[in-house]
């Protein structure tokens, strides 16, 4: 077991952990933040994205031990004293959810891509959201939704993320 101390969603937590526990394994089973979903184990899909010292990981490709002293964000986080994100507010207005497996991630991802471009172009986000699936492929909805987010974002209230970093 390895000592690990690390700030989730704004609370310090400090645990004892398997040394190859996987960072979304810690964060669903000991933490119960269930929103970070695990998709397909390979870090291809998207699904697991968590923001880890501000920058976009998929957390199924992250070892628990490698995020000691970090602080995580996952979709639980994103929402602020009951009000949704302007992103998680924008996949909902947009019908950018689907099915909800990818919406996770994809909010994730976006708001990664948002806080490094907060303008992009229809193309930008596709390519900024490219290693995120969605197995329902509405991506028409889910680029639609980060626009509106784009718009509707005129001040910098997401939290600084970037994209990045282990994938």
């Given amino acids: 077991m390895t000592r690990i101390s690390l700030t989730v969603d704004g609370a310090k937590v400090a645990d004892d952990v398997e040394p190859r526990m996987l960072l ?10 269930t929103g970070t979903v695990i998709g397909c184990d390979t870090s291809n899909c998207g699904a697991c ?13 992250v070892l628990a031990v490698q995020a000691d ?22 996949f909902r207005e947009c019908h950018g959810l689907q099915c909800g497996f990818c919406t996770p991630g994809m909010i994730m991802q976006s708001v990664a891509l948002l806080a490094e471009n907060p303008r992009p172009s229809e193309e930008e986000i596709r390519l900024g959201l490219e290693g995120n699936l969605c197995r329902c492929t509405g991506y028409h909805n889910i680029v639609r939704a980060v626009q509106h987010a784009a718009d509707s974002m005129d ?10 970093g282990v994938s």
Avoid at 24 to 33: A, C, F, N, P, S
Avoid at 49 to 61: A, E, I, Q, R, Y
Avoid at 155 to 164: K, S
């Fill in 24 to 33: 979304v394994q810690y964060l669903r089973e000991r933490l119960g933040k």
């Fill in 49 to 61: 994205t968590v923001h880890l010292d501000g920058t976009s990981v998929k957390s199924c490709n």
């Fill in 155 to 164: 001040t910098p209230a997401a939290p600084a993320a970037t994209t990045g």
């Fill in 69 to 90: 002293g970090a602080e995580v964000t996952t979709i639980e986080g994103l929402a602020r004293g009951g009000e949704l994100h302007p992103v998680q507010e924008s």
